[in-house]
Every structure is written in structure tokens, then in C-alpha cells.
């Protein structure tokens, strides 16, 4: 049995973007012009974030693109030459479509010293509602200038010491594991975990990774039963997990550590339960 498991908020990005970069803009391709607006903000807001010159604002892009250079549609030439003029490195453009409920967003960066793509991006299917837009659109930014950095955490709590645990196979050590159970820098996507002892039954299920998460496990085996004189069987009794003392004081530095992150990155928080029999439900 374990307890919820929770995607919470990691630091910022590993290394910053030194390159001056610029967002052209995002077209709307068969969908209402704010949303796209709204988009593209929170493009600019991650660039922002990534990057360690200022993006140039809207109003400035404006102020120095003037004549034919407003009508740029995304091609490379133009844009290396919107991008001279605005003393960058890199311009940005994209377009922005829609998937029934859905949005896709198609980027690309321009190197604007040689007037050719550097990179061109589609993202996964974003919804509609604000947590899920977010993510989308940080991880977007990410793929497309720093997709070294696109990684998560796997933080694994026990009440048992001494247990083995294994991730897509591999072993990773033994609980307590160091780093307050931290496994860091882990790509995107599900992961196959595994905790097993001695005298108890296994744990294993798959532990989803976000973008700059820490998908957070504590696992508490089961004992298994043991034979004992005359054939008989009795289940091993533990003290309640909750009771430990590395286990109290492990947590709290955790949740310490964890929150210094939580201001910086903005993302979603799951949350399930998976009950002794097997069964999910969320919190």
C-alpha cells in the first residue's frame, strides 16, 4: 500500500539560455485569436524564465518592425532579418491549431546570424484548462531551446529500512535511499518501480514523471506470511510507519527542500490512492 503520490515543484532550470532571444508571434489557425494570445504570454513568460537576457516586449517589436517586415508569415529569411533588427540571436515564431478540444502548437527557432531553422517543434495535445496549458506550454519551450533539461524527479519513501528498490529494472539502492529518497534527472513519461524485502510482498507500478516535478512514492510493504514450528503461518507485525523517527524527520526536511522550488515552477498537482486490494481513486 502507499500513500498519495504527488507531483510537486522542482527549482528552476539547470543552466540559463545566454542567447538573446526574440517571440515574432503565434498565428491562430482555426481558433479564437485570444486564446492564442494567451498562449504566446505564456510562451514569453517561460523564454523569460529560461533565458538570461529580457525577451523584447510586444510593444517594442512593434516600435522597430515597421513596412513590409510586419507581414512576416514565419519564413526563415524574414525573420533572421526582423531579428537583426532587434539585436537577438534567436527569433521565435509559431502557430497555434486546434484538435476538436484540443491545441497543438507548431514552433520553430530561427538563428538569425545564418537565417536558418535551428529546431522546429510540435507540442502534445493541450486542454483547455489553466494547469494543463501551462505545462504544456513550459515543456514546449523547453523542447525547443533546451530540450537537455526536459526532466523530472522520483522521490521514494519507506517505513522499511534495508529495502531494494529497482526503476525501469535498474537498481538504485537501498531505503533509505540517499538525497531524502530523491532519484533526479529522469526523462518524461511513466517509470516502472519496484520495492521489495525479505518477508514481504513486493511493490511495483509505474510512477509518471512531469517537467521539473517530483513525483513523490511512499511505500509501505505488506508482510508476507512466514512458516514457523508445526507448519503454522503468522503475518510479521511492524511498528506503524508513521511513527518512526527518521521517517517524521526525513519528511519534513523534504517537504523544506521541495518547497524552495515551488514558487518558481507552476504546474499541476496529481494525486492518487492506490488501496491494499489494488484499487485507484483519486484524492
Known amino acids: 500500500m502507499w500513500a ?16 538573446r532571444i526574440a517571440v515574432w508571434r503565434f498565428d491562430a489557425l482555426g481558433m479564437e485569436p485570444e486564446l ?36 512576416c508569415t514565419g519564413e526563415d529569411k524574414c525573420l533572421g532579418a526582423i ?50 496549458l501551462i505545462e ?9 531551446l533546451a530540450p537537455e533539461q526536459l526532466h523530472g524527479s522520483i522521490q521514494v519513501q519507506s517505513d522499511l529500512v534495508g529495502a531494494t528498490v ?5 537498481p538504485v539502492g537501498k531505503t533509505p535511499l540517499p538525497n531524502l529518497g530523491v532519484i533526479s534527472r529522469q526523462p518524461l513519461g511513466k517509470h516502472l518501480l519496484r ?15 512531469r517537467f521539473q516535478k517530483v513525483s513523490q512514492v511512499v511505500v509501505r510493504l505488506l508482510p508476507s506470511t512466514e512458516t514457523i514450528g508445526s507448519g503454522r503461518t503468522q503475518e510479521v507485525a511492524r511498528e506503524p510507519f508513521y511513527t518512526k523517527t527518521w521517517f ?9 527542500a521541495i ?24 484524492c
Not at 521565435?92 to 546570424?113: E, H, R
Not at 517524521?248 to 523544506?256: H, K, N, P, Q, R
Not at 518547497?259 to 507552476?266: E, L, M, W
Open 4 to 19: 498519495p503520490l504527488v507531483a510537486r515543484a522542482e527549482t528552476g532550470p539547470d543552466k540559463a539560455i545566454t542567447q
Open 36 to 71: 492564442v494570445t494567451r498562449l504566446e504570454t505564456l510562451f514569453r513568460l517561460e523564454l523569460d524564465r529560461l533565458a538570461t537576457h529580457p525577451l523584447p516586449a510586444r510593444r517594442e517589436i512593434d516600435r522597430v518592425i515597421t513596412g513590409n517586415q510586419r507581414e
Open 83 to 132: 531579428g537583426k533588427k532587434l539585436g537577438v540571436d534567436i527569433v521565435v515564431t509559431g502557430t497555434v491549431g486546434a484538435m476538436g478540444a484540443n491545441y497543438v502548437l507548431t514552433i520553430k527557432a530561427v538563428d538569425v546570424a545564418t537565417g536558418k531553422s535551428v529546431r522546429r517543434i510540435e507540442s502534445e495535445p493541450l486542454r483547455g484548462s489553466p494547469d494543463d
Open 136 to 144: 504544456g506550454v513550459r515543456v514546449a519551450a523547453y523542447r525547443l
Open 166 to 170: 529497482q526503476l525501469d529494472g535498474k
Open 195 to 209: 520495492v521489495e524485502a525479505a518477508g514481504y510482498a513486493p511493490f511495483e507500478d509505474e510512477v509518471e514523471v
Open 248 to 256: 517524521i524527520v526525513g519528511v519534513s526536511l523534504a517537504a523544506i
Open 259 to 282: 518547497g524552495a522550488g515551488i514558487g518558481y515552477s507552476i504546474g499541476k498537482v496529481d494525486c492518487r490512492v492506490i488501496g491494499p486490494t489494488g484499487e485507484i481513486s483519486s
